[in-house]
Every structure is written in structure tokens, then in C-alpha cells.
């Protein structure tokens, strides 16, 4: 059996690449990019809390959560790509950085 | 109808007129019937009274309106009181105010305002009587005021000339401050006695304090003092009467000279039990009246404005008034108080027909040799003047020598020379008034005669001056007088023949042209002070204006302020500290969502480790 | 056994995922992306799931990847965008970014270290539980989480007439004149 602290070292060292690929890509396709990666960590947490649970029936919960977390992938990728797409429509680039209107 | 249902019409009658007045519109004819009317049947009402307790000595009645506060231990009412001392007040006010009203219409009836301001003069009239006629210090001060109000509202009653406005406001704010003096004292009174009820206060305040424990009573009679000081314009509230003269002359007549400036002495009078208690404070009083009597009569003597003379002089002789309530002789003060209203009243409105006559003109150098164009005025002023001047036989002469045996008999000699020095004064500068005004060469004449109504005003105030020595006895059971029978022949013989003396003096300079004139420059100065009313005006700007003023500048930028503009300063500082984290950059806000997880766990993380 | 293949399995993830961050050609981060999404299927069958392994490959690597790709497919203009990639990637700009990074990493791994040995070893002594068959998931899905299904589908549902609506080009879109005849 797999000690259970390795599975969650490898969905936090995901997570946290994930985490950087937000905050230091400045083009947009790459931050959703980066997104992905977090989803996927938190999805392997997931599985394998359900995996891990101590009642003695299996337990496939964490698997339905993964299906809702895959519904939940689908449609914001969906949703991103378009906004990207609408983006590039209208600024011809994709950087981030030169959004900053919505302030005071 | 009962007499206490008929002692609550009086004061309620003018009142109503009033708000009619205020409230329809109606035809000048009209206007002058429901004033004139309401005002003259009030004074029908006042001397029935008169009649019913004729002899009468210690008669009270009481009447009430209804309750007006009752909270724990305050309970006011809108209760009335007659007894003698009001029941002169009132046949005094209603009577003088309705000859005064019967003036008013003819003097006042080319003006656009006619009708504001008959609304104004019977509201005037029902404060006075309120005053008057109050059970309670609390519906008095409402009278106070509601007199204080009217007197502003009538002085600036043209409002268009911005002088009238200032003359009005120094009216109102300087009686103010003795009305504020006479509030504190009402507190402090309620606060020691329990109880506003003029009688009752009288008799509790004997019982509370007594002549050796004092200090507390004399400080509430200080501050009723104060008031009166206040509103019957005595030293040193007094320079607002002469810029007062500003309003139309039956205004002046009715509030300057009969009525409102005698509201001090009423309530001295009607305190007198209470300010028994504090003979310093009496003896304060007379000296006020000594200094007032003085100022005013050496002001009058050099006076080139009509009405401002007839200031003075109103102001010297309420001088006189203080100066008998002083010595303890209230009886005698009222008894002035009364002829003072018909002689003073008389000369106003003669004043206010030369006024009307000569088409606005107030300078008296201006006018001269009237007396045949003006026969009807003329006469009104010899008598008002000879009953200033208490030529005998005159009603001024009675009360003037009643007050001033009363002086004597009270041991005040210094006092007592001092009120012969105001009485020749007086007299001096009643008869330079009219040998300038009357005599002498004709310069201007007048264009118009007075009206019919101002003259049968002139001439029931005529008889009265002449006649109104008798005095009511129902105010010596009151107040009694002083014993006033070891009098030297001097005392006795001196004030009167003291007039003549100075009407000669004032022949003699009047043939020799000194009047109008001062050859002399050492007397320039003088003079100058004494026509400037002692240059109180000036000494009171100095004292009091000038360093509001330059307070006022120094906080030019408003000291207190400067605390809540710190507050809006820092949190305009924060609002530009915190609007930076707004910079509508996407990363900087995923990167504030990173730190803020890394702090939640840090903080979790710490926990942890305590444990 | 089955640890090494772990072992291996997450150094291949971890691997592809720091090289899919840090390229700067948009079409190689994609493939290292398709590579680590394989990883964590591999990962999902070593847990026992197979049903999430094969969603995974499926919908998660076959759907999503795939629309990344038609959607740079459409942005993507060969070597200018390469430059311009390379001028807004750089190290040197992103050091705020790590450290911020690895101070949460290394906090979360602390919080991990945390955990008492003995719950972990009582779970990974734990016996291996029968394998769970789509047949026990589609019963659950059906019965106490069809509520789930339903919201998902509305989801899904928005996110379709939203990605439709919002990338309409503005020159499809005509007002049409108001027709009183109606």
C-alpha cells in the first residue's frame, strides 16, 4: 500500500506548481494552463482520501467528487477559452499585465 | 359672567384680534375697528374693575386658562392675579393703549403696512397684560418675552432702511442679556423654593431664609434685577432706548414710555416681599436709579433729535422709578409709573404729530415758532412738558415730590440731592424743548394738520396729565409709604420751586441764543460726550466688541474644526494607502490570495506548535 | 511494488508539470500538460479507481487538451508569438512568484509532517478493499447523489450558452427592427 504521505506530497508539490504558473505567467492561455494543474492535484487528494477512509466498505465517494470536479474543469475551460478567444478579438494580445482598467 | 371669567377675557381679547389680524385680510376700516375695539373694551373692562373694588383695599382675584407644565414638582399654570398693583397696571396699559391705538390709525394710515402693524401692537398689548396679570414667574417671563419680541418687531417695523434693523436688534439683544440674568434667577429660585408662584415664593422665601442667612436671596434678587435692569433701560443696559426711537412714534409712545420699560419695575414691585429680604440689593436698586436719573437727564439736555430728548428722558425718569422702589417706597414708584404713562405717552404722540406735521423732520434746530400753526400740538406739549418738569398742580408734580419725601424719609441725603440735581435738570431741558420747538422764529411749516383721531387722542391724554394726581389708595394698603413728616423747610419748599428756577435759566438762554450753539471750545468735548449718551455705545464696543472681534480672528481657521479635519485627513490618507491594492492587475491580486493562505497557515501552524 | 511505480509515476508528473510552466512555446506546454494528466490517471488505477482513471484519459486529457489545442490552434502565429512569449516569461521576473510558492509549500509540507505516524501506518496497513466497479458508482450516482447529476448538467448547460454568446464575433450579432405586425 502506498503510505499516504507521498500521495499527498505529490498533490501539494502539483498544487504548488500550479500555484506558480498563475502568479508568474503573464499570457492568459498559460494561466488557465496552470489552473489545470491545480485542479488535477486537488482531484488526486480527492480520490485518495475516498481511497484511505477507514470504513470498511469501499467507498466511492471520491470518485463521484472527481466527476463533479471534471464537470466543473469542463465548463470553466469552456468558458475561459472563449473570454481568451474574445481577448485576442479585441487586443490582439494576450497579456494579462495590460488589463488594469478596473480600478479607481 | 363672573368676575374671574371677566379677569380672563382681558388678557385673551387682544390676543385674539391679533390672530385675526394676522389672518384676514381686511379692509382699513375695519383693521382699525377690531383694534381700536378690542383694546378699548379691555379698558371698559379694566375700569369696571376699577369701579367694583373702588376703595377697596386688599381685594384678590384669581382666574386660570389651564395647566401648562406638570412634571414632578413643577406644576404651571396659565393663572391670572389681580390685585391692586395689576389692577393699576392694567387700567394704565389698556388705557394708554387704547388712546395709543386711536392715534395709530390716523398717524399710520398713508402706510402700506397697516395692518401688520396693528397685528403686531395688539399682540404687544395681550404679552403686556399677560405680564401683568401672571400668578406664576413663568407666565410672567412669557410675557417678558412676548413684550421683548413685539418690541423688536415693531422697532424694525421699516424694514426696508437697514438702520432700523440694527436699532431693533440692539433692542432685543441687550435686553436679552437681562433676560437671561432674570432666567437664571428663576432656576435658582425654583431650585431653592420648589415653587414659581409669586405669592407663594413670597411668603416661603421668609420662611426659608431670614435677613441674617441672606446671601442666596440676594443673589436671586441680583438676577431678577437684572432683568428689570435690563428691560426698563437703567444703567448699564440703557443705550438701546435712544437708537429705539428708530420705530414709528406711537410705537415709541405705547412701548418706550408707558409700557414695556415699566415691566422692571412691575416686577420689582410685585417682588417686593422677596427683595425685602435683601436690603443690599435694594439699596443697589437706588443707586441704579440715581446714576440712571442722572445720565439720562444730562444726555436729554443736549440732544438735537426730538424723539431721542423724549428717550432720555424717559430713561432718567425710570430712573426715578428705581430710585423709589430703592428707598422702599414701592407705592410711590407706581404711582409715577402711572403719570408717567399719561405725561410721557402725551409728549410722544405730540412729538409724533410735529413729526407727521412737518413731513418727517426730527431735528428740533429745524423747527421753531409752531405754536400758532399748530395749536392743537402746541398745548398737548406745554402740558406734557410742565408735568415733566412737575410744575405744581400737574400730575407729575405729585408723584415726583411723593418720591422724593420718600427719599428723605429713608435717610438717603446724598440720594436725595442727587434726584433734585436730575429734578432741575428735568425741568431745564423740558422747557428748552419747547421754546425751541414752539418759539422763537418760524422755519419750516408744516404742510399737514393732524388728523382727528390724533387729536382727540392728544386731548383725553391732556386731562389725564392734568388730572391723574389721584391716586388710587388701594396701593398705600399694598406698599405702604414711609413716615415723611420730619422735613426740613428747606426739603420741603426746594422742589418746588425748583422748576421755575430752571425754566428761567432756560428763558435766559434761550433769549441769548445759547442753544444750539457752543461758543466755547473747552465745552466742545463735553458737550460731545453728553449728546453721545456718555459715549456708552463707544465704551461697550471697546470693551465687549473689539475683543470678540480679534478672538474671531484668531480662530480664523476655526480651532475646533481642526479636529475632525484630522479625521478626514487620515482617512484620506487611508483611503489612498488601501486604494493602491486596487490597481486592477489580475496577478497582484491572485498573489495578495497566495499571501493571504500562507498567513491563515502560518497562524494555523503556530497553534499547532503551542500545542 | 506498487511503490516503486508510484515513485515513478509522480517523478514523471512533477517533472512534466515544471516543464509545462516554464516553456515558452504554447504547443509544448500542451503536450507536457497531456503528459501529466496521463501521470495522474496512471496514479488514479494505482488507487483503485479505475472508473476516474478512464474519465481521466477520456474527458480530462481527450476533451479538454483537445480544446486547448483548437483554441491555440487559432492564436498561435509560429515565431512572433514565441518571441513575445520569451519577452513576457522570464525568470528573473517571476522570483516574487517562487518565493511565495515555496514558502506555502513549505509550510503545507510541515502541516503533513504533523500527522502522527500511527494513523498512517493503521492506513497503510489497511487491507485492500474489493475494487469499486462503475456498476456500484452508476448506483450511487443514481440514487443519493442524482441531485449532483442533475446540478451538474446545469452547469454544464450555462457554461455552453456562455462560451457560445461570448465568442460570437461582434459582426454576427445584428439588432434586428422592431416588427409592429405581430
Request: charged share 10%.
Amino acid at each position: 500500500m502506498i503510505p499516504i504521505n507521498w500521495i499527498l506530497f505529490l498533490s501539494l508539490s502539483l498544487f504548488s506548481i500550479g500555484i506558480f504558473g498563475v502568479l508568474a505567467r503573464r499570457n492568459l492561455l498559460f494561466v488557465l494552463i496552470s489552473l489545470e494543474l491545480m485542479l488535477n492535484a486537488v482531484v488526486i487528494l480527492f480520490v485518495a482520501a475516498s481511497r484511505y477512509h477507514e470504513a470498511s466498505v469501499a467507498n466511492s465517494d471520491g470518485q463521484i467528487m472527481y466527476l463533479l470536479v471534471l464537470t466543473l474543469a469542463a465548463s470553466e475551460i469552456a468558458v475561459g477559452l472563449s473570454l481568451v478567444i474574445h481577448m485576442y478579438r479585441q487586443h490582439h494580445h494576450l497579456d494579462i499585465d495590460k488589463l488594469n482598467k478596473l480600478r479607481d | 359672567m363672573s368676575l374671574s371669567n371677566l379677569l380672563l377675557v382681558i388678557p385673551l381679547l387682544p390676543l385674539l384680534s391679533a390672530i385675526i389680524l394676522l389672518f384676514c385680510n381686511l379692509s382699513r376700516l375695519w383693521i382699525s375697528v377690531l383694534a381700536v375695539g378690542s383694546i378699548s373694551s379691555v379698558s371698559l373692562i379694566s375700569l369696571f374693575l376699577n369701579f367694583h373694588f373702588w376703595q377697596q383695599t386688599d381685594f384678590v382675584l384669581t382666574a386660570s386658562l389651564g395647566n401648562w407644565i406638570n412634571i414632578a414638582q413643577l406644576n404651571i399654570g396659565f393663572g391670572l392675579y389681580l390685585d391692586s398693583l395689576s389692577l393699576v397696571m392694567i387700567t394704565i396699559i389698556s388705557g394708554v393703549g387704547a388712546l395709543i391705538h386711536l392715534y395709530s390709525t390716523g398717524f399710520m394710515f398713508e402706510d402700506k403696512s397697516f395692518k401688520r402693524y396693528f397685528t403686531y401692537l395688539n399682540l404687544f398689548v395681550s404679552a403686556m397684560l399677560f405680564l401683568v396679570l401672571a400668578d406664576n414667574l413663568l407666565l410672567l417671563y412669557l410675557g417678558w418675552e412676548g413684550v421683548g419680541l413685539c418690541s423688536y418687531l415693531l422697532i424694525g417695523f421699516w424694514y426696508q432702511d437697514k438702520n432700523n434693523n440694527l436699532a431693533a436688534n440692539k433692542a432685543f439683544l441687550m435686553t436679552r442679556i437681562g433676560d437671561t440674568a432674570m432666567a437664571i434667577g428663576l432656576f435658582l429660585l425654583f431650585i431653592q423654593l420648589g415653587t414659581l408662584d409669586i405669592q407663594a415664593i413670597q411668603i416661603k422665601a421668609h420662611i426659608v431664609w431670614s435677613l441674617s442667612d441672606n446671601t442666596i436671596a440676594s443673589i436671586c434678587c441680583l438676577l431678577l434685577l437684572g432683568g428689570a435692569v435690563g428691560k426698563s433701560a437703567q444703567f448699564p443696559l440703557q443705550n438701546w432706548l435712544p437708537d429705539a426711537m428708530a420705530g414709528p412714534t406711537p410705537v415709541s409712545a405705547l412701548i418706550h414710555a408707558a409700557t414695556m420699560v415699566t415691566a422692571g419695575i412691575y416686577l420689582i414691585a410685585r417682588n417686593s416681599q422677596l427683595f425685602q429680604l435683601a436690603p443690599d440689593v435694594l439699596y443697589i436698586v437706588a443707586l441704579i436709579g440715581t446714576l440712571t436719573l442722572l445720565l439720562g437727564a444730562s444726555a436729554a439736555m443736549v440732544q438735537s433729535d426730538l424723539k431721542r430728548i423724549l428717550a432720555y428722558s424717559t430713561i432718567s425718569q425710570l430712573g426715578y422709578m428705581f430710585l423709589a422702589l430703592g428707598v422702599g417706597a414701592g407705592a410711590s414708584a407706581v404711582f409715577h409709573l402711572m403719570t408717567h404713562a399719561f405725561f410721557k405717552a402725551l409728549l410722544f404722540l405730540s412729538a409724533g404729530a410735529l413729526i407727521y406735521s412737518l413731513h418727517h423732520e426730527h431735528n428740533i434746530f429745524k423747527m421753531g415758532g409752531l405754536f400758532k400753526k399748530l395749536p392743537v400740538v402746541a398745548v398737548s406739549f406745554a402740558i406734557g412738558c410742565s408735568a415733566l418738569a412737575s410744575l405744581p398742580f400737574t400730575s407729575g408734580f405729585f408723584s415726583k415730590e411723593l418720591i422724593l419725601e420718600q427719599v428723605i424719609a429713608s435717610n438717603s441725603i446724598g440720594l436725595w440731592w442727587a434726584a433734585v440735581l436730575g429734578a432741575f435738570i428735568t425741568a431745564f431741558y423740558s422747557a428748552r424743548l419747547f421754546f425751541v420747538v414752539f418759539l422763537g422764529q418760524a422755519q419750516l411749516s408744516p404742510n399737514k394738520t393732524p388728523t382727528k383721531a390724533m387729536s382727540i387722542a392728544l386731548i383725553i391724554l391732556c386731562l389725564f396729565s392734568l388730572l391723574g394726581g389721584i391716586q388710587p389708595s388701594g396701593l398705600t394698603a399694598l406698599m405702604p409709604p414711609l413716615n415723611a413728616d420730619n422735613l426740613t423747610v428747606l426739603q420741603h419748599r426746594l422742589p418746588i420751586i425748583l422748576p421755575f428756577i430752571a425754566i428761567s435759566v432756560a428763558w435766559w438762554m434761550f433769549k441769548t441764543e445759547r442753544f444750539g450753539k457752543t461758543q466755547y471750545s473747552a465745552l466742545k468735548g463735553i458737550h460731545q460726550l453728553l449728546k453721545s449718551g456718555w459715549a456708552f455705545d463707544q465704551m461697550y464696543y471697546i470693551i465687549f466688541i473689539q475683543p470678540f472681534k480679534f478672538i474671531c480672528q484668531l480662530n480664523k481657521h476655526d480651532v475646533i474644526d481642526l479636529f475632525y479635519r484630522l479625521i478626514e485627513k487620515t482617512s484620506c490618507v487611508f483611503h489612498k494607502l488601501f486604494s493602491k491594492f486596487q490597481n486592477g492587475h489580475l496577478r497582484s491580486y491572485n498573489a495578495s490570495l497566495v499571501i493571504f493562505c500562507i498567513l491563515a497557515f502560518a497562524w494555523f501552524l503556530s497553534g499547532e506548535l503551542i500545542k | 511494488m506498487l511503490d516503486t511505480i508510484f515513485i515513478i509515476t509522480a517523478a514523471v508528473i512533477l517533472i512534466s508539470a515544471l516543464l509545462t510552466i516554464t516553456a515558452h512555446n504554447v504547443v509544448h506546454a500542451l503536450l507536457y500538460l497531456v503528459i501529466t494528466m496521463l501521470g495522474v490517471s496512471l496514479v488514479f488505477f494505482l488507487l483503485g479507481s479505475s472508473f476516474a482513471a478512464a474519465l481521466q484519459i477520456i474527458v480530462y486529457a481527450g476533451a479538454i487538451m483537445v480544446l486547448f489545442i483548437f483554441v491555440t490552434m487559432m492564436l498561435h502565429q509560429g515565431e512572433k508569438s514565441l518571441a513575445q512569449e520569451r519577452h513576457l516569461f522570464h525568470f528573473s521576473t517571476s522570483i516574487t512568484a517562487f518565493i511565495l510558492c515555496s514558502i506555502l509549500f513549505c509550510e503545507l509540507a510541515y502541516l503533513i509532517l504533523l500527522t502522527p505516524v500511527e494513523t498512517l501506518s493503521s492506513l497503510s496497513q489497511a487491507q485492500y478493499s474489493p475494487a469499486i466497479t462503475v456498476k456500484q458508482i452508476g448506483i450511487q450516482l443514481y440514487g443519493p447523489y442524482s441531485l449532483l447529476v442533475v446540478i451538474s448538467a446545469l452547469m454544464l448547460l450555462s457554461a455552453l450558452i456562455t462560451a457560445i454568446h461570448i465568442s460570437k464575433s461582434a459582426a454576427s450579432i445584428k439588432i434586428k427592427p422592431e416588427d409592429n405586425n405581430l
